[in-house]
């Protein structure tokens, strides 16, 4: 799980000439009998990993434990609140100075990120949006959408047969609601039983795959909002094939 983390120096942060840094947004909750606690945080970080070998951008560790209130009714699940979330994004923002950042999102849960972007002007995105999501199932030939597989269903199981295989349990039973108009008053449990909501029987590792290589794709845009000097540097990175960034990835993967 080491191969989660950037690994670079000092000094090769000092030599990065990376105009946008990506920072993971998971969490600590239940997904089901399946997967593991860390399993939004397990695919904020492989997402922003790969999205760091295919951009010019700096990689920063995760935030592990978000928002996560709606999963309270499970052992486990530990939270922050909104104004604490809030609080650590806009100072890690303060802190990178000039370089802009990309929230990373993981947990759908996390709503405040909405806001803490909102607020930046400019300085910041959150990626994937809800329709990236939904394109990205699409593009991976997933069954489900986001309504009826939001919560270690078809696609988060994807992601981990794909990545981290080990960590899928055996067990994945479906689990399909009717409307869930109240989720945010009664909490998830008020829904389901195992914590399931959709349908991991689907999942496949190439799946995952095509999930992952769709939305490495859709960030160019988000940078060139951002900072039309990186989108620059990303068309000349990938005429050049070697990316001076790719230092930060490890290799025990």
Request: negative net charge.
């Given at each position: 799980m080491l191969s989660l983390l950037p690994l670079t120096t000092t000094v090769e942060e000092g030599e990065r000439d990376s105009r946008v840094a990506l920072l993971p947004v998971g969490s600590l909750e239940q997904h089901g009998p399946h997967l593991p606690l860390i399993t939004d945080t397990v695919i904020a970080c492989v997402l922003a990993r790969e999205l760091a070998r295919a951009h010019p951008v700096r990689l920063l560790p995760p935030l592990t434990i978000s928002?996560?209130?709606?999963?309270?009714a499970w052992p486990g699940t530990v939270s922050i609140s909104a104004r604490t979330l809030h609080a650590m994004v806009a100072d890690i923002a303060a802190s990178l100075g000039d370089t802009r950042?990309?929230?990373?999102?993981?947990?759908?849960?996390?709503?405040?990120l909405a806001n803490v972007v909102q607020e930046s002007r400019g300085a910041m995105a959150l990626f994937p949006q809800a329709h990236e999501w939904e394109a990205a199932r699409g593009a991976a030939g997933m069954a489900t959408d986001n309504d009826t597989d939001m919560h270690a269903g078809e696609l988060e199981t994807s992601v981990l047969l794909h990545?981290?295989?080990?960590?899928?349990?055996?067990?994945?039973?479906?689990?399909?609601?009717?409307?869930r108009d109240h989720l945010p008053t009664l909490g998830l449990a008020s829904y389901t039983a195992t914590g399931v909501v959709g349908r991991p029987s689907l999942a496949t590792a190439d799946k995952g795959r095509r999930l992952l290589a769709a939305l490495v794709e859709d960030l160019t845009?988000?940078?060139?909002?951002?900072?039309?000097?990186?989108?620059?540097?990303h068309d000349d990175h990938r005429r050049s094939g070697q990316p001076r960034h790719q230092r930060q990835q490890p290799i025990d993967d």
């Open positions: 928002c996560s209130h709606e999963h309270t950042l990309v929230l990373v999102n993981g947990h759908g849960g996390n709503h405040v990545t981290y295989p080990h960590l899928v349990r055996s067990g994945r039973a479906d689990h399909v609601t009717g409307p845009g988000h940078l060139t909002a951002l900072d039309p000097a990186a989108d620059q540097a």
